[in-house]
């Protein structure tokens, strides 16, 4: 493995993030709700919190992966570093696919993260970050399902 690639996966994150927390403001604009917008905005919030999470991770500096469970080294050169696309051209179905997927993703990677974090409170908080993305990626689900009853 390596040295550097669980900081590449952790830096790859933390940029996710961002993304999505930018993604999410600017996206609350076009919801076609308030309620779907306020939804916007508390998931544009609780991914800065995610953020601040995998900084602290990052920046105690201590040793993240115990040698019996490195992280796969594959795993830093797959993920995928394209921006979100904030052109503002989608239509609202496909900011819900996209978000759905982006959750998808953020919900893996964490998930495959805790496996190998060799600090309980890490794992936990890894653990923590995939279940909140499993959370987000439902509501997108569901505010997508209602739209296509909506839209028949």
């Known amino acids: 493995m390596q040295p550097n690639s669980v900081d590449r996966i952790l830096e790859y994150a933390i940029r996710n993030e961002e993304r ?10 076009e919801a076609p709700r308030e309620s779907t917008k306020d939804v916007f905005l508390r998931f544009a919030g609780e991914e800065e919190d995610h953020k601040a999470r995998l900084l602290a991770i990052k920046a105690s500096g201590q040793e993240f ?18 921006p979100l696309d904030l052109a503002g051209d989608m239509d609202y179905r496909q900011v819900l ?7 998808k993703g953020a919900h893996m990677l964490y ?11 890490w794992k936990s908080t890894l653990l923590g ?3 909140e993305e499993a959370r987000h990626k439902l509501q997108f689900e569901r505010e997508y399902e209602e739209l296509k009853r909506h839209d028949g």
């Not at 696919?97 to 959750?103: F, G």
């Open 20 to 29: 999505a927390a930018a993604f999410y403001r600017y996206f609350a604009e």
């Open 111 to 121: 998930t495959r993260l805790a496996e190998t974090a060799c600090n309980a409170a």
């Open 65 to 82: 992966v115990s040698a019996a469970e490195p992280v796969d080294p594959e795993l830093a050169e797959t993920l995928d570093d394209e």
């Open 129 to 131: 970050l995939a279940q």
């Open 97 to 103: 696919v996209l978000a759905i997927k982006a959750e």
